[in-house]
């Protein structure tokens, strides 16, 4: 008898050391770009509320390059066992498959939606030296000086870009996009007048524009932002266009179903608490609350919208 039981007994140690084995395992939180950008923090805040929740640790995995689309490349090769979301914005799940042809995933088809938690608007600002203080002025401005009608953007392939494309569809002004390597060189060029237009996002001009240095004329949300209530929404600036990106977490093919409901469910609670929408606030950027069914949702209205716009540019990287 003695020998069945320590048996049974040496089994059940072993069960119970690898079930508290998985239940330590951390959950990484994949983001395709460095440290302290938009993206980064929005992993950072919603990890240290989810670790609690879970009772494991959050980490937060940066894994640059490629425009993102090595981090999305990662997450849809995770192994099951490795719990694993992925964080990302429009560039990588929405431009990349698109003007890729080898981007090496496919949205729809490698990846679950598990929530949508954030999203920005784009503004366009000139330089102190454009003589222009309301978007139609602008547009006239730009037509009256066709070699001046060009405008930065942060990157050629971004949301921003393709905004422009759209404004310049709206107000029929040809206009010549001239790509940086991230924002911060845009905005010297921008405030140095090398470059007299720009569209980026909005939290990212708005320091420039509360000191003084550039003027924001529009901002592409469907109404005024909290961030500055003063600057007019497009529509409101007589251009019927509205347009915002967004930061949503996305769970590989490879993640249980059932996983990643618990883990939408847990994200939806952490959005709700006050102290994270301190956070978010506090960081300039706009919190959302929105359930798996919600961010599907999101997700298909966003690309009835953005993907003709992006495939009638012709755009090629």
């Not at 496919?106 to 600002?125: C, I, L, M, Q, T």
């Amino acid at each position: 008898m003695r020998k069945p039981l320590a048996l049974v007994l040496t089994a059940t140690l072993a069960l119970c050391a690898t079930l508290a084995q998985a239940q330590e395992t951390p959950l990484r939180i994949v983001v395709g770009y460095a440290p302290g950008g938009a993206t980064d923090r929005v992993a950072r805040i919603v990890a240290d509320k989810l670790g609690t929740r879970l009772g494991t640790p959050v980490i937060v995995e940066n894994k640059t390059g490629a425009g993102g689309r090595l981090s999305a490349q990662a997450v849809k090769a995770a192994p099951a066992n490795q719990p694993t979301l992925l964080l990302a914005n429009p560039a990588v799940m929405l431009v990349a498959p698109l003007v890729f042809p080898d981007a090496g995933y496919d949205p729809e088809r490698d990846f679950r939606p598990v929530s949508h938690v954030n999203s920005y608007e784009f503004g366009v600002a000139v330089g102190s030296a454009v003589p222009v203080k309301e978007l139609p002025h602008l547009m006239a401005w730009l037509r009256a000086n066709p070699d001046k009608a060009n405008f930065g953007v942060p990157a050629t392939g971004s949301l921003p870009h393709f905004f422009g494309l759209m404004v310049g569809d709206a107000a029929k002004v040809r206009a010549e996009v001239v790509g940086y390597r991230g924002s911060a060189p845009l905005l010297n060029d921008l405030l140095g007048g090398q470059v007299p237009v720009a569209f980026d996002t909005f939290d990212t001009l708005l320091p420039q524009h509360e000191a003084g240095k550039i003027r924001i004329l529009a901002v592409s949300s469907a109404r005024r932002s909290p961030l500055d209530g003063k600057i007019p929404t497009f529509k409101e600036s007589g251009m019927d266009l509205a347009a915002t990106g967004w930061n949503t977490f996305f769970a590989p093919m490879s993640m249980p179903k059932a996983q990643a409901d618990r883990l939408a469910g847990l994200i939806v609670e952490v959005m709700k608490d006050p102290d994270t929408q301190r956070k978010f606030e506090t960081a300039k950027m706009e919190p959302v609350v929105a359930t798996m069914a919600q961010t599907e949702a999101m997700l298909k209205a966003y690309r009835a919208q953005w993907a003709p716009v992006v495939q009638r540019s012709g755009f090629k990287p």
